[in-house]
């Protein structure tokens, strides 16, 4: 088995494979979770709420995980159940709330809940007045995605797993209609099983044996302000009406984000930031946390995220390809689900059943409109957020 993308999810995926008594090699191009890659830059949110249905069974296996994953992977997450809150900020966009409740109630996510002006400046200090409801799921919270990045691939090793860091995979190798290897700066490996976990750069390696994923790539904008004192702000908070999300790590400082943009090298191997973004969604966060008016920015950093056409991931079997799995198109899904990704696909890869994988099987994309997948793959993402 050779996994290749020491991200988040391939390292999941490693560190469940060797938990099930099987080696894999993990090829990674640089180390795990290092710039500009998704895991390093990302904002770390733990977030079930707001989940398509396709990935509610994901979501909430991994909920359920998260708690005791620490002690599972021997290694301090930087984790927080401190829920996640949903901010309304007029009557109209109460009513939204309340029909996102009902719809996370229908995934079975009842412990979500309505909560009235009181409740929601009382989950959250200091909060502007303009918020006058909120959606609360308690069971949402945060963790640091470099540590956990490097923790599944520790684990994974103690497990036996290889890992070749520095070492970057050219093309996958193919044989008729089966993908029997990959070559790589280390030389050719054969494997009966290849599992494509290269983030954003998926697409490339996939083009080479003739398979086509809608992915667009986008650099994902993160601020992080000077610390205070910790503890002053417990859940992640996002808004209907804004892109936003903000969350206070341990050592005090302020986590912003949202979906606010940088621009991708051509190359994509790197980024420039947006002096409007930074500018937006420092101004967004102070709009909803007045008191984050006192901090200045204290860091500003990109990763870049693979966002599919449909906005889900593929995970499953290449379609018209034998020995290739695809775990890729995460966007802003991907660290949460982690731990219950690389659990279904190492259970797909055991010839077990993983039905939970079964609304993202990347079979999906033949249904595509060929056009609205051109439009989408040409189009520029515009303005400074995304939609
Ligand atoms: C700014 C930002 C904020 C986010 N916030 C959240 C959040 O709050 N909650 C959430 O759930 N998700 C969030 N996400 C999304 C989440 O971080 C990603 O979905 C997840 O990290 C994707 O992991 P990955 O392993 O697929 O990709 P990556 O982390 O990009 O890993 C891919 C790896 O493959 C390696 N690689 C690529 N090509 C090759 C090659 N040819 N040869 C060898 N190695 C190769 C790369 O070096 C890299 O290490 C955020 C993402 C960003 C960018």
């Not at 009557?91 to 929601?120: I, K, N, P, Y």
């Not at 940088?262 to 101004?283: F, I």
């Not at 990763?303 to 890729?328: H, K």
């Not at 802003?332 to 077990?352: E, N, Y």
């Amino acid at each position: 088995m050779r996994v290749l993308g020491g991200g988040v999810i391939g390292g999941s995926i490693a560190y469940h494979v060797a938990r099930q008594g099987r080696r894999a090699l993990v090829v990674e191009r640089a180390e795990p979770a290092e710039e500009p890659a998704a895991s390093w830059a990302s904002a770390g949110g733990v977030r079930r709420q707001g989940r398509d249905p396709a990935e509610a069974a994901l979501a909430r296996e991994a909920i359920a995980r998260w708690p005791t994953l620490a002690a599972e992977l021997g290694a301090d997450l930087g984790y927080r159940q401190g829920g996640q809150l949903l901010l309304a900020e007029s009557d109209a966009e109460a009513e939204q709330v309340a029909a996102f409740v009902a719809r996370q109630h229908t995934m079975g996510f009842v412990d979500v809940r309505l909560v009235d002006r009181a409740e929601t400046h009382a989950l959250a200090l200091g909060l502007s007045e303009r918020v006058v409801a909120g959606s609360y799921s308690p069971a949402d919270g945060q963790a640091d995605p470099r540590r956990t990045t490097r923790a599944f691939a520790d684990a994974a090793r103690r497990l036996g797993t290889t890992y070749w860091t520095g070492t970057e995979c050219s093309d996958l190798l193919a044989d008729g209609g089966r993908v029997v290897g990959a070559r790589t700066t280390r030389g050719d490996v054969l494997a009966g099983e290849m599992v494509l976990a290269a983030g954003v750069w998926s697409d490339d390696l996939a083009a080479g044996v003739g398979l086509s994923l809608p992915l667009r790539t986008h650099a994902l904008q993160m601020l992080l302000s000077t610390p205070t004192m910790p503890g002053l702000l417990r859940p992640v908070i996002g808004a209907v009406s804004r892109p936003l999300s903000l969350k206070q790590r341990d050592d005090g400082a302020f986590l912003l984000g949202g979906g606010w943009l940088g621009d991708v090298a051509s190359d994509r191997r790197s980024y420039t930031l947006r002096e409007t973004s930074q500018r937006g969604n420092w101004a967004t966060a102070r709009a909803l946390l007045p008191a984050l008016g006192t901090e200045r920015m204290a860091g500003a950093w990109c990763g870049l995220e693979a966002i599919s056409f449909d906005g889900m991931p593929f995970v499953g079997r290449a379609p018209g390809l034998e020995g290739l799995t695809l775990a890729c198109g995460f966007s802003g899904h991907g660290f949460a689900i982690a731990p219950a990704v690389g659990r279904a696909v190492a259970d797909l890869l055991a010839g077990r059943a993983a039905p939970e994988l079964d609304g993202l099987s990347p079979a999906r994309s033949a249904g595509f409109d060929a056009a609205a997948v051109a439009g989408f793959l040409n189009a520029d993402a515009r303005g400074d957020y995304l939609d």
